[in-house]
Nanobody, 115 residues
Framework: QVQVVESGGGLVQPGGSLRLSCAAS????????LAWYRQAPGKQRELVAL???????NYADSVKGRFTISRDNAKNTVYLQMNSLKPEDTAVYYC?????????WGQGTQVTVSS
């Protein structure tokens, strides 16, 4: 079973930046589809960004041009660089790792954008 653990959340002012990390244990990281989701209070969980095994990326319209997802297969880690943060980015951010027949979720990390 692959486990993932997020880190890097916190409180930041509007316009600021944060980098989230998600470290995975177990095998299969390099062939997995990786994604970041977020869930704000009272809202459904939504896809923020994903990255394929080949490095192709896709982003939600609301974060395009501000967020960047990347992966380091040597470190079994996926990152989410978040720039120009807005109050509406406030949410719990979750890492998701997908392999054939199984998926793993982290416990989430809180991101709060407020002055």
């Amino acid at each position: 079973q692959v486990q993932v653990v997020e880190s890097g959340g916190g409180l930041v002012q509007p316009g600021g930046s944060l980098r989230l990390s998600c470290a995975a244990s177990g095998s299969g990281f390099s062939i997995s589809l990786l994604a970041w989701y977020r869930q704000a209070p009272g809202k459904q969980r939504e896809l923020v960004a994903l990255i394929t095994t080949g490095g192709s990326t896709n982003y939600a319209d609301s974060v395009k041009g501000r967020f960047t997802i990347s992966r380091d297969n040597a470190k079994n880690t996926v990152y989410l660089q978040m720039n120009s943060l807005k109050p509406e980015d406030t949410a719990v951010y979750y890492c998701n790792l997908v392999l054939p027949g199984r998926t793993s979720w982290g416990q989430g990390t809180q991101v709060t954008v407020s002055s």
